[in-house]
């Protein structure tokens, strides 16, 4: 229950044993390419790229597909949103009342969901294959200080486990005769305000309890310098990996300014 | 009792009180004068009853108290010499851990490995010397393959172990546990108090445990200490302490069956019982048992009785219609995990039924069909002849009530009056009938005087009730009930149980899910048996305590008192006895065949 939140997925491959700054590195890089050029092709070549390296990593191609089958209503959204409003010049192939849909703003709307598709791969790539103690100590050595580096780990642990309260708070208010199967926006909107309320006492009850635990835990001792357990080091592999995205720079941006 | 060696921990003259939970309100005083001293490598159990002050004695032994809760503190706790009021709670961890009841709320991290090392992290430990901690300590809790998992996929025996572990590599000396098997199967709180033991004997860790878990605290514990009345109102070994069961019992603690069974026992013959292990009760009883059985002893008329004749189909063979029906159910979760397999089960009107079996075995998603939260992926289920992928839950929900495992999945309102009242507001009731209703439910689980108190900040005894009087007030003609009786006292969960027998008795149907077996024992009409999504046995309990083979699957134990009649069964005493009262009802007739016995 819930545990599809859980995206990581422990694999033994060398992707995943790249330093979570160099793949880091590579999301960045993959965003950069993806504005660098004003062109669809570019965007799609991208997530081709994200692909590749998902499949070289050996993240299980159900989880994959997954990912896909969920990011693509909000794509044929935002290509039908944007061709129907962009407007643009250039030929007219549709008109529906006021509004015209134009090649120029059906490009547009392709332009953006391939961007969109080449983001949301480059960021499940690394939620994929870098597990979250791996993720605050890039960040902590990115210079990020410890406490937000632990927040946002402490986010992603606990999604998972707030969806399945949800759904059994849900299911406990359903079990009263709370129906949640309104028609209208407002009536349902109305009708789940005993599960958000109950949600939402559950939630700071075990706020306060994870606060204790985490104190009891010794976090935050006065005059003791925090350690890490598996501190990062640069390996071979890493410091190849960098070599490779640092002449793909290169070579990208010398294509674009050249 | 003070032990020789200098005391780990040393409580003198605590006094604690809460800040008032609402604004203007009176603190509320939990601690009144706790004297208290435990020796290095100690394994005490804390009792008292749900609100007594055991979790607040836990906490100001690694100073969340008074330190996290505010509240009026006097006295002192030194624990290894340091008094936790002068230290902050970070400080503090290297001396005592804590672990809470709920492990999910101290599991922070996604890798067991990580889990463990994040306390020493935060103390500063070297890297290399973590390695070696988080070794040292999985092996100390059995879990030393588990390095690489993720708690989110851990069972709740297991994800306890990883908490203790992760307390643990802060190398404490002291470890205070706050009911940590509460929301456990038997065998995951089999294989904590196992390790607690063993934690205490061979690595000298002072283990202070807080819980209700009577009977394996006979078994497992060295020292037992009663909270009663804000004070320590008892100090001493289990036996010496169980052997006050009556007053234990007056105060609503309650003792572990043989225990009771002995005082009970004691009270109607002019003899002494006094045992609390099931070697000591049969080494005892059967003695007895024979000198009876010698020319001229006491009960020499006496044969083996014959063990009752049991049917083994339930009692589900009603001529009328049955009020549920699951006909050929299968269930497959999304992930394509099979739940339920071809589960065929009559239930009659007025039945009440313990739906037992290990974690994962299929009952809460049986549980679920029976108010439509789940509909079957093939067959049918029937409530009162509908079937129930053709109604809405909020219809059936009216027909079959349901009590979840934690009251805080579903209090949300201002009031307890209003919390009761949601359920009846649903149901579009009049104004008076929905008064008369919540007045009735108010008055039945005594939380009149709190009615317009907001139910969140009641205790969890208290939210328990809520929970229930809100079930019970819709008036449902069936019951369900999962867990309803973790981490309760004896005092609360005979009062939950009367309530439900009381529904009973009036026609209600029950189906009550439990890991309790003295509640099977005592309450079920019939017991259902389920193993990997199937109905493996269906009949009386008393039937069910006989198939051994059924228990061992199930991960199921007859209750004490069940056994060592199985075992004195050979020695004359009648056999198929299912608590301490019909025990000493078969002791007296055996002892004195002509004689009556009193109410018990």
């Known amino acids: 229950m819930g545990a599809e939140f859980d995206v990581y997925v422990r694999r033994n491959t060398w992707l995943y044993a790249l330093d979570p700054r160099v793949k880091l590195a590579l999301v960045a ?89 080449a983001l949301g791969l480059a960021f499940f790539f690394w939620l994929s294959t870098t597990d979250q103690a791996a993720m605050v100590r890039g960040f902590v050595a990115l210079r990020m200080p410890y406490t937000w580096g632990l927040t946002l780990a402490l986010a992603l642990r606990y999604l998972p486990i707030l969806a399945g309260l949800f759904e059994q708070v849900r299911e406990a208010q359903q079990a009263r005769g709370l129906d949640l199967r309104q028609k209208r926006f407002f009536e349902r909107l109305s009708a789940y305000r005993p599960v958000l309320i109950a949600l939402l006492i559950s939630a700071l009850r075990n706020s306060e309890r994870l606060g204790w635990a985490l104190e009891a835990r010794a976090l935050g001792t006065h005059g003791i310098r925090r350690s890490v357990f598996r501190p990062l080091h640069l390996r071979r592999t890493d410091l190849w990996a960098l070599a490779a995205l640092g002449g793909l720079l290169v070579a990208g941006v010398a294509l674009r300014v050249l | 009792m003070i032990s020789p060696t200098p005391p780990a921990i040393l409580i003198r003259d605590l006094h604690y009180a809460y800040p008032p939970p609402l604004h203007g309100g009176a603190p509320v005083s939990v601690l009144r004068g706790v004297n208290l001293a435990i020796g290095t490598g100690e394994f005490v159990a804390v009792l008292g009853r749900v609100g007594a002050g055991k979790s607040t004695l836990c906490m100001a032994l690694n100073g969340l108290v008074p330190h996290a809760t505010g ?160 004070v320590i109102a008892l100090d001493d070994t289990p036996a010496t302490v169980f052997a006050q069961a009556p007053l234990l019992r007056e105060w609503g603690i309650g003792a572990p069956q043989l225990a009771e069974l002995a005082s009970l026992l004691t009270k109607q013959t002019d003899r002494t019982y006094r045992f609390l292990r099931m070697g000591e009760a049969y080494a005892q009883l059967r003695g007895e048992l024979k000198s009876m059985a ?67 075995s299929g009952k809460t998603t049986f549980a679920k069909h029976l108010n439509g939260l789940l509909k079957p992926t093939r067959g049918c289920v029937r409530v009162n002849s509908r079937d129930t992928r053709l109604a809405r839950v909020a219809e059936l929900a009216r027909m079959v009530g349901y009590v979840f495992q934690n009251p805080d999945h579903q209090i949300f309102a201002a009031t307890v009056e209003e919390e009761i009242a949601f359920g009846l ?176």
């Not at chain 2, 445990?209 to 060295?222: H, N, P």
Request: glycine share 8%.
């Open chain 2, 294 to 360: 010698e020319p001229g002893g006491f009960a020499d008329h006496l044969a083996p009785s014959p063990v009752p004749q049991i049917s083994m189909s339930g009692q589900s063979e009603s001529n009328s219609r049955p009020q549920l029906a699951f006909e050929q159910v299968s269930f497959n979760y999304p992930d394509g995990t099979a739940a339920l397999r071809d589960v065929s089960l009559a239930v009659a009107a007025g039945e009440f039924i313990a739906l037992l079996g290990a974690n994962g």
């Open chain 1, 29 to 117: 890089e993959a965003i950069l390419f993806t504005f660098l050029w004003t062109s669809v092709w570019a965007a799609l070549a991208v997530a081709a790229a994200c692909l590749l390296l998902l499949w070289l990593a050996q993240v299980p191609a159900g989880r994959i597909a997954a990912f896909l089958r969920g990011i693509v209503p909000l794509l044929l959204m935002v290509l039908v949103l944007t061709a129907l409003f962009a407007g643009g010049s250039g030929p007219v192939l549709v008109s529906i009342g006021p509004l015209r849909v134009t090649v120029d703003g059906v490009m547009q709307g392709l332009l953006l969901a391939a961007r969109l598709l």
């Open chain 2, 71 to 230: 509240g009026i503190f006097r006295g002192a706790v030194t624990v290894l010499g340091r008094n936790t009021k002068a230290h902050a709670i970070a400080d503090l961890a290297q001396s005592a851990g804590l672990v809470f009841q709920d492990p999910e709320m101290q599991l922070t991290q996604m890798r067991v490995e990580d889990e463990l090392a994040f306390g020493p992290e935060n103390l500063g430990v070297p890297s290399g010397e973590i390695e070696e901690r988080v070794t040292w300590a999985l092996d100390a809790v059995g879990l030393a393959g588990y390095r690489d998992r993720s708690p989110l996929h851990l069972s709740g025996g297991e994800k306890q172990r990883v908490a203790i572990a992760a307390m643990l590599a802060m190398r404490p000396q002291v470890l205070a546990l706050d009911e940590p098997t509460a929301n456990l199967d038997p065998a995951g709180k089999a294989a904590i108090f196992n390790l607690l033991a063993r934690l205490a004997r061979e690595r000298q860790i002072t283990i202070v445990l807080a819980t209700q878990e009577l009977e394996r605290v006979a078994r497992y514990v060295q020292r037992v200490v009663v909270l009663h009345d804000g």
């Open chain 2, 425 to 600: 507001r649903l149901q579009g009731l009049s104004q008076a009938e929905m008064a008369e209703r919540v007045n009735w439910a108010l008055a039945a689980f005594a939380l009149t005087l709190s009615h317009d108190l907001p139910p969140a900040l009641l205790g969890w005894g208290q939210r328990r009730q809520v929970a229930m009087a809100a079930v019970l007030a819709t008036r449902p003609q069936a019951l369900v009930l999962d867990e309803p009786t973790g981490g309760l006292d004896a005092r609360s969960r005979d009062a939950l149980m009367a309530a439900v027998t009381t529904f009973n008795r009036s026609g209600g149907t029950v189906i009550l899910i439990t890991h309790n077996m003295r509640l099977v024992a005592e309450y079920a009409s019939r017991a259902v048996v389920m193993a990997g999504g199937q109905v493996v046995f269906d009949a009386a309990p008393r039937a069910l305590f006989e198939r051994r083979e059924i228990l061992v699957r199930a991960k199921l134990a007859a209750p004490a008192v069940v056994r060592l009649s199985q075992r004195l069964a050979p020695f004359g005493l009648k056999a198929g006895i299912l608590s301490c009262a019909e025990f000493a009802a078969a002791w007296q007739r055996l002892a004195e065949p002509q004689g009556g016995v009193d109410g018990c």
